[in-house]
């Protein structure tokens, strides 16, 4: 009955962690899948949201459906940290927010809502972007294509190219960028290069779709957010996806969200009810236990500020495995600029190896890296960064 279906090749990144798991080397390195372990190697369990669960374990609430759009302490908890606590958006009621399954599961939404509403609208993706983006909106019946982003002569941005290739797009054109920690590349806007993409999206009436996963990750909780909210404050009516999976270690739990900014309540409540509508008719309503987490400590002073504090501690070990690879990097090869480690943000970052040096990495080194150089820093530690340099040195002295 099946036969004439293909075979599926497996997701790269997710079939590469599978072949990790299975190496026997004992020193092996995994810094390809988008997870952040701890200087241990393992997935943390945040305090705060360990002391959130055992209070939610106490009161023995049942486990019913949640609405459709997800649960509203949740919503007002994503509005409030995605665009501010005195957002006038927010207060205005302008922005229909739902909780997604993961950030995967919001941009679908998102995509759906896309294709629904805003027929003949194609979407513009960075080059390279994460894969997931283009699968996503390609699912959804949309057309995907990429604009400038990297600059693998530099390792840098093509920003000015970027620019102008936004300026030539049609009006009402959806364009998916990411505020922080640009996954794969780790190359983030300034704060100025952000205010000239703003003016070109609202003189050339460009919708902008933007994927918020590693809030926290970049330069702090409110400053990763600075993109989303200045697009707002220009009067921009952004999608905005956002995650927990990473700065709450809630992989599992699946806890995301999808915001609309709107011109009014009105049209914002006419938004609400079709993203409703739309999610009724793929998984009717979101998981509870994770939502429930990420509602109690962000609604908990005490528990809000010590996760403040543990997504700092998170952030500012990824820095000291970038400065601690930089230094052995140049110590090794010396002449060779590796400025770029340090100058990128968030979990990830663009090495310039080439896909037969990632393969002799893993083949000959255990060092397991996605075949387009995208490294995950977060998958370091200070046990592991040598080795890992070493390899490095090796695989690079190989090029002359």
């Known amino acids: 009955m099946y036969q004439h279906l293909p075979v599926y090749a497996g997701d790269p990144i997710l079939s590469l962690h599978e072949a990790f798991m299975a190496d026997p080397r004992p020193n092996k390195v995994s810094l390809s899948i988008g997870l952040y372990f701890d200087e241990q190697g393992r997935l943390p369990v945040l305090d705060s949201v360990r002391k959130a669960d055992q209070k939610l374990r106490e009161q023995e609430r049942p486990s019913g459906y949640l609405p459709i759009e997800g649960a509203p302490d949740y919503r007002a908890a994503v509005q409030k940290l ?47 972007t994460w894969d997931n983006h283009e699968s996503l909106m390609q699912g959804a019946g949309l057309k995907v294509a990429r604009y400038p982003y990297y600059d693998a002569d530099s390792n840098g941005l093509r920003y000015d190219e970027m620019l102008a290739f936004f300026a030539r797009l049609p009006a009402g054109s959806v364009v998916l960028m990411q505020p922080c920690c640009h996954n794969p590349t780790g190359i983030d806007l300034s704060k100025a290069q952000w205010s000239g993409v703003i003016q070109v999206m609202k ?13 926290g990750f970049g330069e702090g909780i409110e400053e990763d957010a600075w993109a989303v909210r200045a697009m707002v404050e220009a009067g921009l009516c952004p999608l905005v996806t956002n995650s927990f999976s990473k700065n709450f270690s809630l992989y599992g739990e699946r806890c995301g969200g999808l915001s609309v900014v709107c011109p009014s309540a009105d049209e914002a409540d006419r938004v609400l009810g079709q993203l409703k509508a739309g999610i009724r008719r793929v998984y009717s309503s979101p998981p509870l236990h ?17 996760w403040v504090a543990e997504v700092k501690d998170m952030r500012e070990r990824i820095k000291r495995m970038r400065v601690l690879l930089a230094e052995r990097l140049t110590a090794g090869l010396p002449g060779m600029s590796v400025d770029f480690l340090t100058e990128q943000h968030g979990m990830f970052s663009y090495t310039g190896l080439t896909s037969d040096e990632v393969d002799t990495l893993r083949e000959k080194h255990g060092i397991y890296l996605v075949r387009s150089g995208r490294m995950c820093v977060a998958g370091l530690n200070e046990g592991n960064v040598q080795a890992v340099a070493d390899a490095l040195i090796v695989v690079l002295r190989a090029r002359s």
């Open 82 to 128: 995605v665009f501010g606590a005195d957002s006038a958006a927010v207060a205005e009621g302008r922005i229909a927010t739902i909780q997604g399954v993961g950030g995967s599961g919001a941009i679908r939404i998102g995509a759906d809502f896309i294709k629904s509403f805003m027929p003949g609208s194609d979407v513009w993706v960075s080059d390279p």
């Open 290 to 306: 994770g939502e429930r987490l990420v509602a109690a400590v962000l609604d908990t002073p005490a528990l809000h500020q010590q």
């Open 203 to 215: 003189d050339g009436g460009l919708v902008p779709f933007l994927d918020m996963a590693y809030q």
